[in-house]
């Protein structure tokens, strides 16, 4: 595939310490187009050997706005079903650049280990440095042993380590949108970690034809109202959620996005500096990154203070677990009480949707209303389309459900554009009905 | 003229890093850009943006923009990336002289409007 990809798959066998590479067809691309698509057809292909399937949308690392994510796919601890965790913050991108397009891990290792993915070169290293290490010091400790504070990271905590239930892949520092324990998965396959590093080149077959459609969407982006606005909080209250703007403001820090993404999803909170500094904190870890609007918001109705939601976030973080699965099953309602629970944390959470994608994506639309009825079987049917097109072609799953300019049209559009290939909307159809099915 | 970059606007998105290079690469990368997001200190949650001019290293933080001509001893008080070292290798920016259709790619490209031309 010699267009918007690396032309390669990796597949790691954690059993034998195997490593292959090969090529991804065109004939692969022209039928499943890409992301979830394939990583489908991988998970699939290898399913004897318990697989994890580590892609990038057809788009994914390109001048199409919202191109940020990857993908996981892999069976979920929780649901014994195949899902797809979306790979978001500036990680899903790293996956491409550091030169392949699909990674395959299969097997058990018989002692901790870690991936490390960079520059069209995969090696399986020696984790016990970092094996019983926090998220947050294994990531460090990885990057200061590459020299590289820009590395990007896959990581799994403690929780993942003890193969909690509730254990979550954590991207970097920070919570990701695994709500289906694909850090039990990880730990049982004593994997710790994925880190990537890339300084690839990606062709495009018509590029300026791909640019200027690109900066034409997002022109027609720009003139969205909810350009006006900013992190977290207001998605919160887009979502109709009272009162999160005034609770969370004295401790917002600053808005980021992902790669490319318009809006600003992510949202860091000052807990042990002062907020409004601009200048860098002296403090080595002054607070958090939060991303995960649904847990926010149920820590908050467990009665937290901003600050104390925060922390719980921050050690969930921390530890690798899911602070969904924290809020709802620990029945606590103090922040000791809460980070105290981890390790003893039981019960079903509730995965709302069908389990293939993640609910961490609030299950509506945020900020315009997609010509929706507001009938809830609609908004659940557009709702796992929407999340089946955006991991096809590695769009920001947030993003996705609060841009209508960014259609499956334009999506195609630019797919097709990128590749010289007749990506058609029938085939995405199709694609969309296989991940739906 | 020159570009002008507004720190607290960014959002870390790193577009205009990108549609810098593709202008060098004709492609999809990041290795060729004079202007790049500084995200180094990810737990301070501190970004800014950081851009190569032909005799100028421009450095929009935060707190203000910081000015260095390239071959002056950095100062010693400033923390240094290692990742951003590539920089000085790389070409200063021409404003995108041959793009005719869009001006400079990264104020083209900015979605949140935080680069503008001075």
Redesign the interface.
């Known amino acids: 595939m010699e267009y918007l990809s690396t032309d390669k798959i990796l597949v790691i066998d954690l059993a034998t310490s195997k490593i292959e590479e090969t090529a991804l067809d065109e004939s692969l691309v022209s039928e499943k187009i890409g992301g979830a698509g394939i990583t489908k057809h991988l998970y699939e292909k290898h399913l004897n050997d318990d697989p994890i399937v580590i892609g990038t949308g057809l788009l994914t690392?390109?001048?199409c706005?919202a191109s940020a994510s990857g993908l996981i796919t892999a069976k979920s601890p929780v649901t014994g079903k195949m899902c797809h965790c979306p790979v978001i913050y500036?990680v899903g991108i790293e996956i491409k650049?550091s030169g392949y397009d699909y990674i395959v891990v299969k097997g058990v290792s018989d002692k901790p280990v870690y991936l490390w993915i960079h520059d069209g070169v995969a090696d399986i290293s020696d984790a016990s440095g970092i094996w019983g290490k926090d998220v947050?010091e294994s990531t460090d400790s990885l990057r200061k042993f590459m020299?590289?504070?820009?590395l990007q990271t896959m990581m799994i905590g403690k929780a993942g380590e003890n193969r909690s239930d509730y254990a979550q892949i954590c991207y970097?520092?920070w919570s990701s949108p695994d709500r289906f324990g694909l850090g039990k998965l990880f730990g049982s396959k004593k994997l710790k970690a994925l880190a990537f590093r890339g300084?690839?080149?990606?062709?495009?077959a018509d590029?300026e034809n791909f640019?200027?459609r690109s900066?034409e969407i997002?022109k027609e982006?720009?003139t969205n109202d909810f350009?006006t606005k900013?992190g977290i909080a207001e998605i919160a209250s887009a979502m109709g959620e009272a009162g999160v703007e005034e609770w969370l403001e004295p401790i917002v820090?600053?808005?980021?996005?992902?790669?490319?993404?318009?809006y600003?999803t992510n949202t860091?909170v000052?807990l042990d500096e002062d907020p409004k500094r601009?200048?860098?904190?002296k403090?080595?870890?002054?607070?958090v990154?939060i991303s995960d609007v649904l847990a926010l918001l149920a820590f908050k109705k467990l009665g937290l203070s901003a600050e104390d939601a925060g922390r719980a976030l921050k050690a969930c973080a921390k530890y690798g677990i899911d602070p969904a699965a924290v809020a709802e099953l620990s029945g606590k309602s103090s922040l000791k009480e809460i980070v105290d629970s981890f390790d003893g944390l039981s019960g079903t959470v509730t995965l709302k949707g069908k389990g293939s994608f993640s609910p961490w994506c609030p299950l509506k639309p945020i900020f315009n209303d997609f010509g929706l009825s507001g009938d809830a079987a609609e908004a659940e049917a557009w709702w796992e389309r929407r999340q089946a097109v955006a991991m096809i072609f590695g769009i920001q799953p947030i993003f996705s459900v609060m841009c209508p300019e960014l259609s499956e049209e334009n999506m195609l559009e630019l797919a097709a554009i990128g590749t010289e290939l007749d990506l058609t909307q029938e085939i995405l159809d199709r694609v969309v009905a296989d991940l739906l099915k | 003229m020159g570009i002008k970059i507004d720190a607290l606007k960014c959002i870390n998105c790193m577009a205009c890093e990108m549609a810098c290079s593709y202008h060098r690469d004709d492609g999809f990368a990041f290795l060729s850009a004079c202007i790049v997001v500084y995200r180094a200190r990810e737990k301070q949650d501190y970004f800014g943006v950081l851009i190569k001019e032909e005799e100028f290293l421009k450095v929009a933080r935060p707190e203000g923009l910081e000015v260095n001509r390239i071959g002056e001893a950095a100062d010693p008080n400033k923390k240094a990336d290692a990742s951003v070292k590539p920089m000085l290798l790389r070409e200063g920016c021409d404003l995108c002289e041959d793009m005719d259709d869009y001006g400079p790619m990264c104020i083209a490209i900015c979605p949140v409007d935080a680069i503008t031309l001075e």
């Open positions: 690392g390109t001048t706005p500036k650049f947050w020299g590289d504070d820009l970097n520092y300084m690839g080149l990606i062709e495009v590029h640019v200027r900066l997002l982006i720009k350009m900013k820090h600053r808005h980021s996005a992902d790669y490319f993404t318009p600003a860091a000052f601009v200048e860098e904190s403090v080595a870890e002054p607070g990154l």
